[in-house]
């Protein structure tokens, strides 16, 4: 089969896979309602994917995607490190935000669904602590950082980002997002940045 051919078989598995779990959720969805949507035998279905869990990280993909690719696009930027992590706050947040409204609006069993995204949110965050850590080199190089070890650094400044995100989400309220970032970045680049009017004591 040629490659375009079988991309756009998957794609209707996928689109099928998207209709039923936000219709049903995980749990109520079968591979055999997906394969039925997609009008294909289930037997062709596994052709093309492992099992439900793939289909549903399939459907959570394009998101992941867009968010990294725009968080590794800051990362090429011609701008000072601080801005570059403000700059990947943002895009978090903004991704954050609209992937909450999105799954609140069209998921029936979000709860219910929710720690197996979080699940597959894990996958990506080996790339997204890549990004981050890149940062944090350029960082020492340029002096606008002084951390002797980058990626204890790195990951620290993933959870933060994580922290400020699970926050938002807890309380929903995503209204100053923008206040939300400016105080989070203050806050950390507080400890990171090099002043010149501070001994390396913060004297």
Request: overall charge neutral; proline content about 2%; some cysteine.
């Amino acid at each position: 089969m040629r490659p375009e051919k079988r991309q756009e078989k998957l794609d209707r598995i996928v689109a099928a896979a998207r209709a039923e779990f936000q219709r049903f959720g995980f749990k109520r969805t079968s591979v055999d309602d997906v394969a039925r949507k997609a009008r294909m035998g289930k037997a062709t279905l596994y052709h093309y994917v492992s099992g439900k869990e793939e289909l549903f990280q399939l459907v959570l993909r394009d998101g992941f995607e867009a968010y990294l690719s725009a968080m590794e696009a800051a990362v090429a930027e011609e701008a000072a490190p601080p801005d570059k992590l403000r700059r990947c706050a943002e895009i978090l947040m903004q991704h954050h935000t609209e992937a909450v409204r999105s799954l609140e609006r069209e998921w029936v069993d979000l709860e219910d669904d929710l720690p197996l995204i979080i699940k597959l949110v894990h996958r990506y965050r080996a790339r997204e602590l890549g990004i981050i850590e890149k940062i944090i080199h350029e960082g020492n190089q340029t002096g606008h950082f002084h951390l002797e070890n980058e990626n204890l650094a790195a990951g620290l400044l993933q959870g933060a980002f994580r922290g400020m995100m699970a926050e938002a989400c807890r309380t929903r309220d995503y209204s100053n997002k923008d206040e939300v970032i400016a105080f989070f970045m203050k806050t950390l680049l507080e400890g990171l940045l090099v002043r010149p009017d501070r001994s390396c004591r913060g004297e």
